[in-house]
């Protein structure tokens, strides 16, 4: 079966430019680990569809805002996660909790601004929204609610695995040279690994193709009676994230830091979930260490994968922590540029006119997802 998606759908900027207004705006868009903003003035700094945001702590609420000062459009935070109160480093306007400007240094003297502007100068406001130890904004006029884009079981299993991680993050930065959507695709496919992944994470993991007929069928048909509804169309969103129990290890890995986390469940599986549309989320050693990968849209053919690495939450400290992380970081590293490697060889090939994948029955996941993206795309249904 084709692929309905044309060449231009990964490789065109103006096509990029449109599917960040019309797709990625109204979805919301995970940022970060909420460890990451565990203390007050705690804050994370993010490029959410071309807007600058910025995610920090009031005294334990979580407040996000566009990243720009009102006086000289001067970023409010440089760095990428920090602990620094909201005030600019240009010429020191301090920010309150909700966006307004608290302090303006010399206003007396030198701006001299009345009163009633003053009062006007609040900074744009993004709704934030929490999944457990997971945080997500919409930059979007009309977001889309949150329990439109995840099922309540989707909603539940995340909160239920980022509740169990720790609050020792180590952060990784992969810029790539493929577009966002080629990723997604390869975390559907269940057949790569055997070919792709041989002499590094198929040798714990013998993934298995997951044939469903009744999935196959619904992908096939789709729209084959007619234009679906509304909430038909988010029906079929909301099935694009889930995740939990993937495939056993063939051998669980034992080691002595174990003992001092609360592991994550109790099955010595390979656990996998896939966030629509950018987030996946790993743990291959059976619920004691997780892979956080956010596939982050910069253009059409860039994509940053900024990896967090974390454990399962300690029972008490250990001095080899770090290490563990470093440790994770450089066995999953492994098997990422392998993926990286293939993907960025698939962007470079594509041009316009390119022939379109051919794709099999088991990439029945895939079939569903871009017959739902070319319905947004095409107009048929807006978010």
Known sequence: MRSTLPAEAYIDEAWFVREREALMRPLWQFVAPRMLLAKHNGFVTR?????????QNFNGELRAFENICLHRQNPLQYQAHGVRPLVCSYHGWGYRDDGAVDNIPFQDTAYRLPAPERECLKLRRFPVECIGNLVFVNVGSKPVELHEQFSMEALASLRSASEHFDSEVLIATLPTKLNWKLAYENLRDSLHPRYLHQQSVYQQVKFQVQMDENAVTAAKSYHASGSIGREAHLAHLRAF???????????MPQYAWHDNVDRYGTDDWYLNWLVF????????????????????????ARTDLVIYYVTARKKRRYPTSAAVLLAHLE???K?????????????????????RATLGDFEFGNMAVERWYMDVMEGRHAL
């Not at 490029?47 to 995610?55: D, I, L, N, Y």
């Open 47 to 55: 490029s959410v569809c071309g807007v600058e945001v910025v995610v």
């Open 241 to 251: 994230s889930n995740g939990g129990l993937n495939e056993p290890l063939v051998q």
């Open 277 to 300: 549309p950018n987030l996946h989320i790993a743990s291959g050693s059976g619920g004691y260490s997780f892979i956080i990968e956010h596939h982050q849209p910069i253009s059409a």
């Open 331 to 333: 066995g999953a590293e």
């Open 335 to 355: 098997v990422l540029r392998e993926d990286i490697s293939v993907m960025e060889k698939v962007q470079a090939a594509l041009r316009p006119g390119s022939p």
